[in-house]
């Protein structure tokens, strides 16, 4: 007998009230939007809050409230935004000492609960977060991966629309490397409905906007005074949608590594495969001289974050 997919969301901020909001919408299955007993009431209202707006848009989800980690229990899905998010001044490699205790608790949590889930991290310091999560649960690589290239990838597409004065459905994007300054925007693998954004865009401008992008989250965290949350939630119900529908994505993502781009043991943003076998292929792309120069340099700036998680974790 067929039964609903079950979507659990830890943590119930902004970013877990928009992920459920989108599922629900998007009718993908029953959520559960959970969070700390401190923030339990935040978590149920916003779940009674979003079922009653499924009576006004005509969207079928139950939704859950919850600190209960048995109330996840089985979930097809679990996406995780657990943590402190960031503020103005504030890096991600600064999140590290706060959010790495927080991570390891839901780690061991979702291990017990839900064995069997594919696992969306979206908790900063990203590479590192996605790094440790696997770790504690000894989950397959393949059932667990961080979301940082769709949302980088998209804030490229935007610019370069922008800049090109095209419609932003039209420009496809590939950013590649560590959710940070040294992530790696991919402009040989930019393109305008199959045109080149190079002919399009010229190198000052392009250059200009790369920069943009690598700094993109740092942008609205200053206008604002907090991380974006309507984006980096859409990016990770792409991904969860296209694991639930065996939809054969490829989307960047930060995967584990083992041998591909010549790295080994380390997350980092790839082009992979999303279908029902969660990360199914990491997809190998010819890259300029310049290109590997500068994933290098990202892939140098994620192993000397995990090695100071590493060290966290033994004092």
Request: include cysteine; proline fraction near 4%; glycine fraction near 12%.
């Amino acid at each position: 007998m067929l039964r609903r997919k079950k979507i659990a969301l830890i943590g119930a901020g902004n970013i877990g009230g928009e992920l459920a909001a989108l599922c629900a919408r998007r009718e993908l299955g029953d959520v559960v939007l959970f969070d700390i007993p401190e923030k339990l009431g935040l978590a149920q209202g916003k779940a009674l809050d979003l079922e009653q707006n499924g009576a006004i848009l005509g969207y079928d989800a139950r939704i859950t409230g919850t600190s209960s980690w048995s109330d996840c229990a089985g979930a097809d899905v679990v996406i995780v935004t657990a943590g402190v998010p960031r503020k103005p001044g504030m890096s991600r490699d600064d999140l590290l000492t706060i959010n790495l205790k927080i991570i390891r608790g839901v780690a061991e949590n979702l291990k017990a609960a839900c064995p069997d889930a594919f696992v969306i991290v979206i908790s900063n310091p990203l590479d590192a977060m996605v790094y440790e999560l696997k770790k504690v649960t000894g989950f397959p690589r393949a059932r667990v991966v961080g979301m940082a290239g769709v949302l980088d990838s998209a804030r490229l597409q935007l610019f370069l629309a922008r800049e090109a004065g095209v419609a932003v459905k039209d420009v496809r994007t590939m950013v590649l490397g560590g959710h940070g300054d040294t992530m790696v925007p991919v402009p040989s693998y930019c393109t305008i409905d199959g045109v080149p954004a190079r002919q399009l865009i010229s190198a000052e401008r392009l250059g200009a906007i790369v920069e943009r992008t690598r700094n993109g989250g740092g942008e609205i965290v200053k206008l604002m005074g907090t991380s974006a949350y309507y984006a980096p939630a859409s990016a990770a119900v792409q991904m969860a949608e296209a694991y639930l529908k065996d939809q054969k994505r490829l989307v960047p993502a930060a995967a584990y590594l083992e041998g591909e781009y010549g790295y080994q043991g380390l997350y980092m943003g790839v082009p992979v495969i999303i279908g029902g076998g969660g990360v199914e292929r990491v997809v190998a792309l010819e890259l300029a001289p310049d290109e590997k120069v500068m994933l290098e340099k990202s892939a140098a700036a994620v192993r000397e974050l995990i090695d100071a998680a590493s060290k966290l974790r033994t004092t």
